[in-house]
Structures are given as structure tokens and as C-alpha cells.
T-cell receptor, first 110, second 113 residues
């Protein structure tokens, strides 16, 4: 079955800097890669996803890149702001479910 | 459209007690999921359902039971609560499969003493 690894587990950046979170997956047939953001005390919420027919997708300050050959995908946040502080999860599809990475706690310091 | 709702928000149980965590969605989603999240940790799948009358085990099903009699509701039953079940429980739903957005509820924070 699918296995997803996520790094780093924690990330601290200065406000205005960029942040990058990386995930690798094991099943070369996987073709959907979402990213979820979990704010303190709330459930995770989808922020961006990418399907395997594209290599990059952007939505304002966030972008996701996909390298199917290397089987890894990354979340890029530019011009970080304090409200970006949260836990971020990557995921890949399993049978009838999502396989989540272990999460990255991002802290943005003013 | 309320999305995914969970009750209760908080609960304290004594060891050996039982309870049911409620989850309801109003989006007519076929797939529903129960996760637990221990402090500072990731999401672990407990049970899931691909439609009314169908349930399946996730990676950590021991100590839990589920039922899915309607499309809207997916209750999680804890029998004989143990301290190891202290966690935050999230219910989620999606229209189909692992290839669509999962919508999460606000969570139930459970403490077993």
C-alpha cells in the first residue's frame, strides 16, 4: 500500500521568509496529492492539491510542486505571515482513503 | 449547509465507561472517516465507510466500533474506555474515494481518567 513520509516535523521561519515542506510517496500509480492545514483547536482543511497531469500549481502565496519520477511533492509558502502558523499535512491516495504524512508544525515569528 | 458536525465537543470518561461520539454530514457524501489525533501527533485512521451499511477498519480499530445506517450519520462507539483512548477525535467526509477533498468536523476532545 501507499506510504507517505513528510519532512521536516517542525519549521520556524521569520515573517516574510519562505517555507518549504517536502513529502515522498511510495506508490508510483498515485496521482492526487492534497495538502491540509490544521489551525490550533480545529480540524484539518484542504488548502491546495495537485493531480499528476501537472508539475506545479499556485494559489496566491502557496504553491505545490510534483516530481513523479522522484515520487516527491512539496508545499511552498512565500512571504510567510503569522497566520500561516499551523500544522500542515500532505497526503496521497490509498484504497478508498487518504494516506496522511506525519505533519509539519510551522511557526512564523514576527 | 453545516458541513460535518460532531458532538460532544469535550468529554471526560472514567476507565471502563462507554460512550458514542456522534458525527453527521449534510453534504450527501458517500465516504466517511474517523481519525484520532494524539497530542502533537498526526492523524490515525480508526474506521471508515464507503456508504450506508458498509464499514471497514483503519489502522487503529481496536477498542472502537462503528455503524453506518444512513448516509448522514457515522457514530463511533467506545466500549470499556481506557486511558490510551485519550485523544482528539475527528470525523471527515468526502464525496467519493481518496481522490477528493475530505471535509473535517471540529473534533471531540476525549479524556479518560
Amino acid at each position: 500500500g501507499e506510504n507517505v513520509e513528510q519532512h521536516p516535523s517542525t519549521l520556524s521561519v521569520q515573517e516574510g521568509d519562505s517555507a518549504v515542506i517536502k513529502c515522498t510517496y511510495s506508490d508510483s500509480a498515485s496521482n492526487y496529492f492534497p495538502w491540509y492545514k490544521q489551525e490550533l483547536g480545529k480540524g484539518p482543511q484542504l488548502i491546495i492539491d495537485i493531480r499528476s497531469n501537472v508539475g506545479e500549481k499556485k494559489d496566491q502565496r502557496i504553491a505545490v510542486t510534483l516530481n513523479k519520477t522522484a515520487k516527491h511533492f512539496s508545499l511552498h509558502i512565500t512571504e510567510t505571515q503569522p497566520e500561516d502558523s499551523a500544522v500542515y499535512f500532505c497526503a496521497a491516495p490509498g484504497t478508498d482513503k487518504l494516506i496522511f504524512g506525519t505533519g509539519t508544525r510551522l511557526q512564523v515569528f514576527p | 449547509n453545516a458541513g460535518v458536525t460532531q458532538t460532544p465537543k469535550f468529554r471526560i470518561l472514567k476507565i471502563g465507561q462507554s460512550m458514542t461520539l456522534q458525527c453527521t454530514q449534510d453534504m450527501n457524501h458517500n465516504y466517511m472517516y474517523w481519525y484520532r489525533q494524539d497530542p502533537g501527533m498526526g492523524l490515525k485512521l480508526i474506521y471508515y465507510s464507503v456508504g450506508a451499511g458498509i464499514t471497514d477498519k483503519g489502522e487503529v480499530p481496536n477498542g472502537y466500533n462503528v455503524s453506518r445506517s444512513t448516509t448522514e450519520d457515522f457514530p463511533l462507539r467506545l466500549e470499556l474506555a481506557a486511558p490510551s483512548q485519550t485523544s482528539v477525535y475527528f470525523c471527515a467526509s468526502c464525496i467519493t474515494s481518496g481522490y477528493n477533498e475530505q471535509f473535517f468536523g471540529p473534533g471531540t476532545r476525549l479524556t479518560v481518567l
